[in-house]
């Protein structure tokens, strides 16, 4: 008799892996260099923040940051770093270097509250040079969607000028974001922590008085 998917017993297929401690093993080792390359991209933000005059929420302080690891985010393990980090009271102001397992990389930039008109003034002042850099503007009714596909984002190029304000200027927060394909050769570089300030420097017009 075939098993339902709701079938309490494992299969033989879900019992080799349970028994799979290389498996495990691989994962932990998996875990720790993301954790580094991570680390190392902390490091850097610091750096770059510490060369630009930005708009910044009151209150904020250089030296918070936040590593966080979990299994489920729909059913996968994620990683992320939040940095630079402000989450007081309505403000949020972070730049969120995600590794989400089975999808993709993501660095976003999260604004709500604080100087968020200056920044939407900035994003439509300053949009061509923004647009063309890979970077794409959330299109989800919470902060914490990180699907990549058609209704979930919408590219910032040239072209979408109109359409990307008017997304904007209805909202008191916003996300934009880099996706990065797990299997890019330059994520098999190393080079995690080099694409995250690249796309950090890349956000600098809409930060900037």
């Known amino acids: 008799?075939?098993?339902?998917?709701?079938?309490?017993?494992l299969t033989p297929d879900e019992l080799r892996?349970?028994?799979?401690?290389?498996l495990f093993r691989a994962k932990e080792r998996i875990?720790?260099?993301?954790r580094d390359l991570l680390t190392e991209l902390q490091l850097g933000l610091h750096v770059d923040l510490g060369r630009s005059?930005?708009?910044l929420p009151p209150d904020f302080d250089p030296t918070k940051m936040q590593f966080v690891k979990g299994e489920r985010l729909e059913n996968c393990p994620y990683q992320y770093l939040d940095y630079p980090k402000h989450f007081l009271g309505e403000d949020k102001f972070t730049f969120r270097s995600l590794c989400w397992w089975g999808h993709h990389l993501v660095f976003a930039l999260i604004v709500e509250?604080?100087?968020?008109?200056r920044y939407k003034k900035n994003f439509v002042d300053r949009f061509h040079q923004l647009a063309g850099q890979g970077l794409e503007l959330s299109l989800a009714p919470t902060l914490w969607e990180w699907k990549r596909a058609e209704g979930y984002t919408l590219p910032i190029t040239h072209e979408r000028k109109a359409q990307l304000a008017a997304v904007l200027s209805g909202r008191a927060w916003f996300k934009i974001a880099r996706f990065v394909p797990l299997d890019s050769p330059a994520l098999?570089?190393?080079?995690?922590?080099?694409?995250g300030r690249e796309t950090f420097r890349s956000l600098l017009p809409l930060l900037t008085p």
């Not at 509250?113 to 008109?117: A, L, N, Y």
């Open 17 to 22: 892996l349970v028994a799979d401690g290389d």
């Open 31 to 34: 875990i720790l260099k993301v």
């Open 113 to 117: 509250g604080g100087p968020v008109k």
């Open 53 to 55: 005059a930005l708009l």
């Open 188 to 195: 098999c570089e190393g080079r995690l922590p080099e694409i």
């Open 1 to 9: 008799m075939a098993r339902s998917a709701d079938d309490p017993y």
